[in-house]
């Protein structure tokens, strides 16, 4: 789910699973939210890196009504300042309501 | 071999465009880190008032294209630094006009570049990001 290049980790779109069966977890934007941001932690982790050293995030919503329920959420996990980030709209596939990518210090 | 690079925000120098802190939103308008500079979607911001300007999609990506000049200018980069742009429209059908002004802000050796249509929040026509060496 994650490459290195150089200084760098470059990690894929995440969409809501349960890391241990690998099973979607759907839900709303806010609980999906939480959980891709628990798994990039867990991820991160196991890579030598952690949430404060993420760069640029882009997020990725089925519809921007919902953006204040993903900031509401994605506010509590980066530290003072956050990363640079870029939200939209857009069509997701297989009922996914969110996938979150990111470029983050190795 | 794990090498620590420092990661700083970047600020406008010009307050009315840091868009992120105007709106309380989580993240800042750019990174730096080592040799490079990624800034977070601009939208069209008046830069004389803080507030969204919208209009013909020439006119919002010539304003949304002179604030990455200024937000790159206030970290010590500039535009000829840039090595990669992400153009969202809200309308794919806006795609050569904002192509004709586009090329006016890089006119030689333009940066790659990606162009796609997405729903924007708040009528913006356009949002454009980019990576940029630092200096």
Redesign the interface.
Known sequence: MAVRGG?FLFVSGLTAIDLQSGAAMRGTTASETRQILTNLKELLGKA?SSLD?V???NVLLH??LE?PNM?EV??RF?PD??????????RLPDGVKVIIEC?V?? | M????P?S?IEPNNPRLNA?RSAK???????R??DYI????MVPIDPQTGERSHGPIADQVRTTLSNMRHMLESAGSSLDRVVRV?V?LADISDMAEMDRVYREFFPVDPPARTVWS????FGNGC?I?C?ALAD
Request: with cysteine; charged share 15%; glycine share 10%.
């Open positions: 200084d030598g050293k760069v640029k995030v519809s921007m953006a900031n994605y506010q980066f300042p956050p990363p640079a980030r870029t939200v939209c709209g857009a470029t210090l190795a | 794990t090498q620590r690079l990661r925000a992120s939103l989580p993240h800042v308008p750019g990174i880190v080592g990624f800034l977070s979607g992400h969202v997405m729903q924007l929040r949002e990001e990576v």
